[in-house]
């Protein structure tokens, strides 16, 4: 017989921690698609993609039922269209397939309108990058990425400077929307190929044809499991932190596995990620408090997060046949309640967040800045966000948002999962010429690190 | 195929009865009942076969669910691999 205390410590997990499966993400391949012909390739996209994922969201239900776990998205990743539109041209039609798609199936979001240019544009990759506001305004439910740079290729410094150009454009033509658009929008260094998390969704080109990715959550469950240990030293921490997400990974792996059985279509991976939403008790910022912080932000920041972040890879990683994506803590500044509060009562930066991307999963991530944030000072955010990532060997990624018509000290509110996030000052001084140089920078050592 | 159901509320006559009947009912058999009274709260776990289910198995579920909240209870009915991979190694 099942122990009691464990059954009830998961129904705990659930109903009071948040606990909960964060998406299955559903990816596809549609180079098979490709056409010189865009209307006829778009024919090829949509009817693979609804023959695909057709019983992906009542699967997906199905399974929430059976195991008495809530899966909150449902999606679809895709190849990154730059190449499927390569033959044919016209993007935004593209665009408009995959938002087709999504009304089609009920995923709640589709990403990969994106192009892979860490070192040169290929033929279809500027027409795309540059027809995103467009693609963005015109769909609801399609997110776009872009991968400016590698630890092997170095940095696309003329990516770098055309992606702020492109981000500041997404927020103004979404303006009246809580300038949705750029929200829609990721800036990569070394981007994953099998992240199931939107907005930086894609499916690379060395997956399956069609495959099953998952995204687990639960700082809430992380937070509630060192509250119950006030007086434990790090090490003890640490050790709490990877027991919790070795059981948060399980159940992702279990999902995962069922939903890939039932789909007939392979598992791809875990992505055991900390992702919080602004629900009251589900922020990564709280975490780092319940370890000793006054406010997230404080000196000690850097340390406990990279703690935590190692943590829950160790725990994970035992726990599932298959991990991969962006795996760690996620820092995204308007979906974390925490996160908020420390930026409102002055406990954290853009500067600190920076710094606290070295250590963690991801990136620069949900964070409001000015509206009159000149394009090339966003540009000089994805270099200065790229480097950490390529000399570090990690994914980085940018999502900033500049709250066109707002300055310091507002709020541009987006709403469910998306929260609102205070807009957040950044440097006044100009790297104007920096960005205007273009060119590259070279691929950095791999030995030699100190 | 098993399940668990766990009942999570205020203790009262005829929890473990209104339960079982509905698992009767469906032909659904208990296999292991154990329960506990953790100050005022009513915790009880029950392991169920429901291979032999007459009904479909989220039905099943919803049916107990929403007698639990005529009693007043919390009741979650769970696919018992769930904690088999949680909490086993």
Avoid: W
Wanted: glycine share 10%; proline share 4%.
């Amino acid at each position: 017989m099942l122990n009691t205390g464990d059954i009830l410590e998961t129904i705990k997990m659930i109903q009071e921690e948040n606990l909960d499966i964060r998406t299955i993400t559903m990816g596809i391949s549609l180079l098979d698609c490709i056409d010189g012909d865009a209307n006829r390739a778009c024919g090829k996209v949509y009817e693979k993609m609804m023959r695909k994922a057709e019983n992906l969201v009542k699967t997906g239900e199905e399974i929430e039922k059976q195991y008495g776990i809530p899966i909150i998205n449902k999606r679809i990743s895709v190849t990154p269209i730059a190449m499927v539109s390569a033959a044919s041209g016209d993007p935004v039609k593209y665009a408009k397939t995959l938002q087709k798609v999504a009304e089609g199936t009920g995923v709640n979001y589709i990403g990969g309108y994106s192009a892979l240019v860490h070192k040169g544009f290929s033929a279809g990759d500027k027409e795309l990058i540059e027809s995103i506001p467009e693609a963005l305004a015109e769909t609801a439910n399609v997110c776009s990425s872009v991968n400016i740079g590698s630890t092997k290729a170095g940095i696309n410094m003329d990516a770098v400077a055309l992606m702020g150009n492109i981000i500041r454009q997404a927020s103004e033509k979404t303006k009246d929307d809580h300038c949705f658009g750029a929200a829609k929008i990721v800036v990569f260094c070394n981007a994953p190929e099998d992240n199931p998390f939107m907005a930086g969704a894609f499916h690379g080109v060395g997956e399956y044809d069609c495959e099953i990715n998952v995204g687990v959550s639960g700082p809430g469950v992380v937070r509630a499991a060192l509250a119950k240990h006030p007086d434990a030293n790090i090490s003890e921490i640490a050790d709490v932190i990877k027991k919790t997400a070795f059981k948060i990974t399980r159940m992702g792996q279990l999902v995962g596995t069922e939903a890939s059985k039932r789909l007939g279509v392979p598992f791809g991976i875990v992505d055991l990620s900390l992702a919080p939403t602004p629900a009251v008790g589900d922020s990564v910022a709280h975490i780092l408090e319940e370890i000793g912080l006054e406010s997230c932000g404080a000196h000690g920041t850097t340390a406990c997060l990279a703690m935590l972040n190692d943590a829950v890879k160790k725990g994970g990683v035992m726990a599932s046949s298959h991990v991969g994506g962006l795996s760690g803590a996620f820092i995204p500044v308007s979906e974390d309640a925490g996160m908020i509060d420390a930026v409102n009562r002055g406990s954290l930066s853009l500067e600190k967040l920076e710094a606290m991307t070295a250590v963690c999963s991801v990136g620069l991530d949900m964070i409001v800045i000015p509206g009159d944030t000149p394009a090339d000072t966003i540009s000089a955010i994805i270099a200065d966000e790229a480097a950490i990532g390529m000399v570090n060997s990690k994914t980085t990624a940018v999502r900033v948002i500049p709250a066109i018509g707002m300055k310091e000290g507002e709020t541009l509110e987006f709403g469910g999962l998306f929260g609102s996030g205070p807009v957040m000052p950044v440097s006044k001084f100009s790297s104007s010429k920096f960005i205007s140089r273009g060119g590259r920078i070279p691929a950095p050592l791999q030995s030699l690190k100190n | 195929m098993r399940a668990v159901v766990a009942v999570i509320g205020k203790d009262t006559v005829g929890i473990l009865a209104k339960v079982s009947g509905i698992c009767a009912e469906h032909k659904a058999n208990v296999m292991d009942v154990t329960q506990t009274i953790m100050q005022d709260l009513f915790a009880m776990t029950m392991l169920i076969e429901i291979s032999g289910l007459t009904i479909d198995y989220i039905d099943f579920a919803d049916k107990l669910v929403k007698a639990g909240n005529e009693m007043g209870l919390q009741i979650h009915v769970m696919h018992e691999d769930i904690f088999n991979s949680m909490h086993k190694i």
